[in-house]
């Protein structure tokens, strides 16, 4: 059974980074694409950053252009997003996202990801 855990969530001042981790277990991400998606209440899913199973693509949400980089790590078969000049606006709830073959889910609305992890709150005080 695959599982996707996210951490380093939490709250910081206007300004300040974080950096967001997902590990998955029971499974080899090697194949999977990753990407982080973020959602407040009352709004839509957002895609924030995706990263291709090769690391070769990636995505960012026009937000977060500049600030945001994704990465990955297949040996420890986690997937990162470090977070940097963090604004209150990027308050939301962040989720993390493994896309297996034939990697059909959508980066910008996360429709089709197979698996889903349970969310890491990030908040931004201004």
């Known amino acids: 059974q695959v599982q996707v855990v996210e951490s380093g969530g939490g709250l910081v001042q206007a300004g300040e980074s974080l950096r967001l981790s997902c590990t998955v277990s029971?499974?080899?991400?090697?194949?999977?694409?990753m990407c982080w998606f973020r959602q407040t209440p009352g709004k839509e899913r957002e895609g924030v950053s995706c990263?291709?199973?090769?690391?070769?693509?990636?995505y960012y949400g026009d937000s977060v252009k500049g600030r945001f980089t994704i990465s990955r790590d297949n040996a420890k078969n986690t997937a990162y997003l470090q977070m940097n000049n963090l604004k209150p606006e990027d308050t939301a709830m962040y989720y993390c996202?493994?896309?297996?073959?034939?990697?059909?889910?959508?980066?910008?609305?996360?429709?089709?990801?197979?698996?889903w992890g349970q969310g890491t709150q990030v908040t931004v005080s201004s």
């Open positions: 996202a493994a896309d297996p073959p034939p990697h059909s889910g959508s980066w910008v609305t996360g429709a089709g990801f197979k698996y």
């Open positions: 029971g499974s080899s991400i090697s194949s999977y694409a």
């Open positions: 990263i291709s199973y090769g690391g070769a693509s990636t």
